[in-house]
């Protein structure tokens, strides 16, 4: 498995799209601050986050996720 190194525009890019204040991440940080700091945390991130691609290391943190069934049908108690 290949993952590309990523770039400080990629991650501004990604951090522009995020939304208000719907929900706060795992660790309540809205994204209306990170939007606000993402100047000057682009750069640790991308080294971070290209660190770990190389390295094969992830935090135990970065490997959590939020799962939410979305129902395709009217019958939600149906697996099809």
């Given at each position: 498995?290949?993952?590309k190194p990523t770039t400080v525009f990629g991650i501004k890019k990604i951090?522009?799209?995020l939304?208000?204040?719907?929900?706060?991440?795992?660790?309540s940080l809205q994204a209306k601050i990170v939007k606000a700091?993402?100047?000057y945390i682009c750069a640790p991130l991308c080294y971070m986050f290209n660190l770990s691609?190389?390295?094969?290391c992830f935090p135990d943190s970065l490997k959590l996720a939020k799962v939410i069934l979305l129902y395709k049908s009217e019958n939600k108690k149906t697996c099809d």
């Amino acid at each position: 498995m290949f993952i590309k190194p990523t770039t400080v525009f990629g991650i501004k890019k990604i951090i522009s799209e995020l939304h208000g204040n719907r929900n706060p991440s795992r660790d309540s940080l809205q994204a209306k601050i990170v939007k606000a700091v993402s100047e000057y945390i682009c750069a640790p991130l991308c080294y971070m986050f290209n660190l770990s691609f190389v390295s094969g290391c992830f935090p135990d943190s970065l490997k959590l996720a939020k799962v939410i069934l979305l129902y395709k049908s009217e019958n939600k108690k149906t697996c099809d």
